[in-house]
C-alpha cells in the first residue's frame, strides 16, 4: 500500500515538471498531478515493452525518464483533444 501512495506522489511531482517542461505550468496542479499520473503509467508500459531495465539504479533512472515522457505525450495529447 505505501509503494502505491510514494507510486502516486512521483507521479504527481513528475507531471508538475513535466507540465513546466511545455508551458502549462498554469495549469492547476491537480491536473497536471493526474497528468502526470497517467504519464507515469505510459512510460513504464513503453518501458516494459521495450524491455529496459527496472531494477538498481539504472532501472531507477530509466523509469524516472520514462515517466517525464510518458507525462509530455499525455499533456500533448490532451492538448490535441482539447482544440478539437
Known amino acids: 500500500m ?4 510514494i507510486s502516486i506522489i512521483i507521479g504527481a ?18 491536473k497536471n498531478a493526474l497528468l502526470g499520473i497517467a504519464g507515469s503509467f505510459v512510460g513504464s508500459l513503453i518501458g516494459a515493452i521495450l524491455h529496459l531495465p527496472a531494477k538498481g539504479l539504472i532501472g531507477w533512472l530509466v523509469s524516472i525518464i520514462l515517466a517525464v515522457a510518458g507525462s509530455c505525450i499525455v499533456i500533448l495529447v490532451v492538448d490535441k483533444i482539447k482544440k478539437k
Open 2 to 5: 505505501i509503494r502505491f501512495i
Open 13 to 30: 511531482l513528475i507531471g508538475s515538471f513535466s507540465a513546466s517542461l511545455m508551458g502549462k505550468d498554469k495549469q492547476s496542479f491537480l
